[in-house]
């Protein structure tokens, strides 16, 4: 008899959604970007019980068509991607049609959604496990989405006593990364609220509806912040990389030209290069690719290093966004998507080290960000 059997079809989604909702900060990332890729220039986050209660977010977005609420939350429907080669050209964040279907599958939710054409009137959403429909029923919304996630990892015992542990800890990572997309998002207004039981709500931070990214900085972390940065306009052509040159000869001919060589551009803030600008922990550095925040430790490791040899006793402020052609990385790396593959990383992070290099040689001439005010 054979011993091996598929599994189950609801286990499976459940053991893929752990995957894509693995902590607070997935569910955070996830709804965020959903909420920017509906095109809300207003995305208010609220917490409850630091979200062990409850996460709810709330944009002014372009709503949810009736005829998309039977598939919204199913697994691998997405109004972003239809085949493997739109992966190249993707300027939404969004594009598994998973993270619905996984807070389906992981918490109690529901989403309240309303179009401009609705007036005042919105729908209540409801779902299965599976991310099948279960009702809906008229509310009153105004334009935009609201997504409430609560009980997240009801049914997952470990993870939520894990959750519970260490709930302060996460809300404070989701916080810095939080910063990170109200930072890069320009135009867009963001509000952090937490409600803890019987407490008072308090806002953590919130931004204005600004035209750049140093006016949300100032809003974020205090515009005493922005005297002690310098603006970051580096530009350098990489250089090929020590890869077999059969390899090479196969990159210039696809994606680099014939010289093989490609522009790359990174802009943003870091703080000045001089002793007493700095900061006493690293816990400021965000890193974009085109203007998508991630996880880039290697980008991280080298802006550090080269701060480093200038200003021993500090860490540097780092808001860098990397502009790279959108064939020249793979954001399908993990479930999570916060990890990157940069192609050519090697020769990026030379390029980048000498550039910063010759920044912070020539800093004085930099006008500060103050000035610009
Ligand atoms: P993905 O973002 O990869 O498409 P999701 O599961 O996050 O997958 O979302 C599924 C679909 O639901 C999206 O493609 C989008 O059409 C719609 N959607 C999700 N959140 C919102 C929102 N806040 N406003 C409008 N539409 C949304
Ligand atoms: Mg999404």
Redesign the pocket.
């Known amino acids: 008899m054979a011993t091996i059997k598929p599994i189950e079809g609801r286990s499976v989604h459940q053991i893929q959604s752990g995957q894509v909702i693995v902590d607070l900060n997935s569910v955070c990332k ?2 965020v ?3 920017l ?2 095109g ?1 220039t207003s995305v208010e986050v609220r917490f409850k019980n630091n979200g062990l209660d409850a996460i709810e977010i709330q ?1 002014n ?4 068509a009736p005829e ?1 609420y039977d598939t ?2 199913l697994k691998h ?4 991607l239809s085949t493997y080669d739109d992966l190249s050209s993707l300027n ?10 996984s807070l389906c599958a992981l918490s109690k939710f529901h989403i309240i ?1 309303a179009r401009a054409s609705d007036g005042a009137k919105g729908t209540k959403l409801e779902f299965e496990q599976s991310g099948k429909l279960k009702s809906t029923s008229v509310v009153a919304a105004k334009q935009g ?1 609201t ?1 409430v996630v609560e009980s997240l990892f009801h049914n997952l015992p470990v993870r939520r006593k894990e959750l519970e542990k260490s709930i302060k800890r996460e809300y404070n990572k989701v916080l810095q990364l939080l910063h990170a997309y109200a930072c890069i998002s320009v135009g867009v207004k963001f509000s952090v609220s937490s409600q803890m039981p019987k407490g008072k709500k308090t806002v953590a931070f919130s931004t204005n509806t600004n035209p750049n990214t140093k006016e949300n900085i100032a809003n974020v972390y205090g515009a005493k912040t922005l005297l002690a940065l310098v603006p970051l306009n580096l530009k350098f052509e990489l250089a090929p990389s020590n890869r077999s040159s059969a390899t090479q000869i196969l990159q210039s001919q696809t994606t680099q030209g014939s010289s093989g060589s490609r522009t790359v551009q990174i802009v943003g803030h870091i703080s000045r290069p001089v002793v007493g600008e700095g900061r006493q922990t690293p816990d400021r550095q965000m890193f974009f690719v085109n203007s998508r925040p991630c996880a880039l430790p290697q980008v991280a490791k080298a802006f550090n290093e080269v701060y480093r040899t200038y200003n021993v006793t500090q860490s540097a402020f780092i808001f860098a966004d990397i502009k790279l052609d959108t064939n020249a990385y793979d954001v399908n790396v993990s479930p999570d998507k916060r990890t990157i593959m940069l192609h050519d990383q090697t020769a990026l992070l030379e390029s980048l080290k000498e550039a910063l290099a010759d920044l912070f040689d020539h800093h004085d001439q930099s006008v500060p960000q103050s000035q610009l005010m």
Not at 77 to 80: D, E, F, I, P, R
Not at 92 to 101: C, H, I, Q, V, Y
């Open positions: 996830e709804l970007e959903n909420s890729d509906a809300a944009d977005g372009s709503g949810i998309d919204i939350a429907y997405t109004s972003k939404t964040f969004g594009f598994r049609g998973e993270a619905l279907s959604t989405t997504v």
